[in-house]
């Protein structure tokens, strides 16, 4: 009769994390479902933005291989018009309608419609001080809102990796206070009535440590390389700014 009582134990036990998964209360499935959402969401985040991250550098990089080359900011806007629209040519443009706004400069060639610039700045008048401040003002917010694009749903890696444990954490406790009211309802308190509760428990820990972990990996890979690109487009300005003051002050 013991021997019968010990298979019956055995065999309603599961032997897996997934049969723990499906054997489990609604709470903790709940819970695991929630994560599997999280974690579907972070992974398209990650993938997507490592394509947009690789798209952004590789139409980038021809054109600063030819910017690195330039003497005048007419030639800088020449060769952005035959490029395809960029952070760093969107960078460009904007300086170009500064100038064009402020009567310094007037701009024609190349049509403004979809991150395109002009192919020619003719000075007018030579820039003050004052302008040259508003103009480097002005790149800052292009900079920042070339930043703001591309780090848009990054953040919500950091919620994510952050968030996910405590989620798990709640699915553990919420398992274990059912585990103990069920041992305490049928009046067994031997490990083998208490271990399948517990174990059902941690599988909520579990999950949610591996939605967590991707998570807060890819934030941080894609914050620096954020904090790269905003660099380099700052460094980029400047240069911007230091060809308009060589062309238009004497």
Do not use: C
């Amino acid at each position: 009769m013991i021997d019968g009582m010990m298979l019956q134990v055995a065999t309603a036990v599961p032997n897996s994390p997934w049969g723990l998964v499906l054997g489990s209360t609604p709470v903790t499935k709940g819970v695991v479902i929630l994560l599997a959402a999280l974690s579907l969401f972070s992974w398209t985040v990650m993938f997507a933005k490592w394509a947009e991250f690789a798209s952004v550098r590789r139409r980038s990089a021809k054109f600063l291989a030819k910017f690195e080359h330039v003497e005048h900011f007419s030639q800088a806007l020449s060769i952005a018009a035959r490029e395809n629209p960029n952070p760093y040519t969107r960078v460009l443009r904007r300086a170009s309608e500064f100038l064009a706004q402020g009567d310094i400069g007037h701009a024609a060639g190349a049509p403004r419609g979809s991150g395109g610039v002009a192919a020619v700045a003719t000075a007018t008048q030579e820039l003050t001080a004052a302008q040259v401040e508003a103009l480097r003002l002005i790149l800052d917010s292009e900079v920042n809102s070339e930043r703001d694009r591309l780090a848009r749903f990054i953040p919500s890696l950091a919620t994510i990796g952050s968030v996910s444990p405590l989620i798990g954490l709640l699915g553990t406790v919420l398992g274990v206070i059912d585990a103990f009211v069920g041992i305490a309802t049928r009046g067994s308190g031997n490990i083998g009535a208490v271990a399948p509760g517990v174990a059902e428990a941690l599988i909520a820990t579990a999950a949610a440590l591996s939605v967590a972990i991707p998570a807060a990996f890819g934030y941080n890979i894609f914050a620096n390389r954020l904090n790269g690109f905003e660099s380099q487009l700052d460094g980029f300005g400047t240069s911007v700014i230091a060809l308009i003051v060589r062309d238009y002050t004497s």
